[in-house]
């Protein structure tokens, strides 16, 4: 099982990024995948997950910005991020489990990750 990541790069304050983790060897069918981010001197943070049944989660103070989705052949799962802002900046790492995450946001709920792609937001 192994996870590569896409997608990332520089922006300026208010521009979008969409994130790509594809699945390698496998496909995403009956897995539950999440997007985690880390910035420099802070916690693995969860931000998004597509449910093994399709259920998106998304972290409350986000939610007007991101968009998850999944490509029909269940290979590749997008993270649509709009109206990115400095605190955005950090490396943006996608995780799976098979069928259920205990909890979504939690980076102890998956069992695979990528190997992370850096977002960077400045002006």
């Known amino acids: 099982v192994q996870l590569v990541e896409s997608g990332g790069g520089s922006v300026q304050p208010g521009g979008s990024l969409t994130l790509s983790c594809a699945a390698s060897g496998f496909t995403f069918h009956d897995y539950s995948i999440a997007w985690f981010r880390q910035a420099p001197g802070k916690e693995r943070e969860g931000i998004s997950s597509?449910?093994?049944?399709?259920?998106?989660y998304y972290k409350d103070t986000m939610k007007d910005r991101l968009t998850i989705s999944i490509d029909a052949d269940k290979i590749t799962v997008y993270l649509r991020m709009n109206n990115l802002q400095p605190d955005d900046t950090a490396i943006y790492y996608c995780?799976?489990?098979?069928?259920?995450?205990?909890?979504?946001?939690?980076?102890?709920?998956?069992?695979?990750w990528g190997q992370g792609t850096q977002v960077t937001v400045s002006s």
């Open positions: 995780a799976a489990v098979w069928r259920y995450a205990l909890f979504w946001y939690s980076a102890n709920s998956y069992d695979h």
């Open positions: 597509l449910g093994h049944d399709g259920t998106p």
